[in-house]
């Protein structure tokens, strides 16, 4: 267990390591609003302390703009995948007229896919492999510029789809354009 001294001491140093903070937080809860507000606090982290954390962290996250819902909502486990194909396939149209107006509205859909640009088509999302929680749905609609910079940040994977973003801030947009990725450039070409 981290001592009181040395926790104090951690919290208010801004090089601290953040496997030691998130080690004050978890051991520690009291130090949860003060483990937040240190610039070595992680996204995870924050997220953890915003679900878990006592009343004054998650008050103290809440005026940074970090809640548990903010990320997607609490931790939750995931569904084993017959569950989900069992849920899929109660959710077929039970009835004939369902089908055939799906059916009857495939050529238009197929004609619209026909006529989108060949640039679109070129990008791919991205998998999302970072252990923050972020997604490429964030990456590519999230209009909160601080989560845009903790994506560029702490996601690389999804910077070309914050380039692509429409609410991405012009200096992020120059950082981006600096880096040289194929992929980011090709998404900042798409923008203009």
Same mark, same amino acid.
């Given at each position: 267990?981290?001592?009181?001294?040395?926790?104090?001491?951690?919290?208010?140093?801004?090089?601290?390591?953040?496997?030691?903070?998130?080690?004050?937080?978890?051991?520690?809860?009291?130090?949860?609003?003060?483990?937040?507000?240190?610039?070595?606090?992680?996204?995870?982290?924050?997220?953890?302390?915003?679900?878990?954390?006592?009343?004054?962290?998650?008050?103290?996250?809440?005026?940074?703009?970090?809640?548990?819902?903010?990320?997607?909502?609490?931790?939750?486990?995931?569904?084993?995948?017959?569950? /989900? *194909?069992? =849920?899929? %396939?109660? !959710? $077929? &149209? @039970?009835?004939?007229? #369902?089908?055939?107006?799906?059916? +009857?509205?495939?050529? /238009? *859909?197929? =004609?619209? %896919?026909? !006529? $989108? &640009? @060949?640039?679109?088509? #070129?990008?791919?999302?991205?998998? +999302?492999?970072?252990?923050?929680?972020?997604?490429?749905?964030?990456?590519?609609?999230?209009?909160?510029?601080?989560?845009?910079?903790?994506? +560029?940040?702490?996601?690389?994977?999804?910077?070309?789809?914050?380039?692509?973003?429409?609410?991405?801030?012009?200096?992020?947009?120059?950082?981006?354009?600096?880096?040289?990725?194929?992929?980011?450039?090709?998404?900042?070409?798409?923008?203009?």
């Amino acid at each position: 267990m981290v001592d009181y001294d040395a926790a104090v001491a951690a919290v208010q140093d801004p090089n601290a390591d953040p496997i030691l903070l998130a080690k004050i937080a978890y051991e520690n809860p009291e130090f949860g609003a003060n483990v937040a507000v240190n610039p070595r606090c992680y996204p995870g982290l924050k997220r953890w302390i915003a679900e878990f954390g006592d009343e004054r962290a998650r008050e103290t996250l809440a005026q940074y703009g970090f809640t548990a819902d903010a990320f997607g909502g609490p931790v939750q486990d995931q569904e084993a995948p017959e569950q /989900a *194909a069992q =849920q899929t %396939a109660e !959710q $077929q &149209p @039970a009835d004939a007229y #369902a089908a055939d107006q799906y059916n +009857a509205a495939q050529p /238009a *859909a197929d =004609q619209y %896919a026909a !006529q $989108q &640009p @060949a640039a679109q088509a #070129a990008f791919e999302e991205p998998v +999302a492999t970072n252990p923050y929680g972020f997604t490429a749905e964030q990456a590519l609609t999230t209009t909160d510029q601080m989560q845009i910079a903790q994506i +560029a940040q702490y996601a690389p994977e999804l910077r070309a789809c914050i380039a692509r973003n429409p609410n991405t801030y012009p200096a992020l947009i120059e950082w981006l354009g600096q880096l040289g990725d194929p992929a980011i450039n090709a998404a900042l070409a798409f923008r203009q």
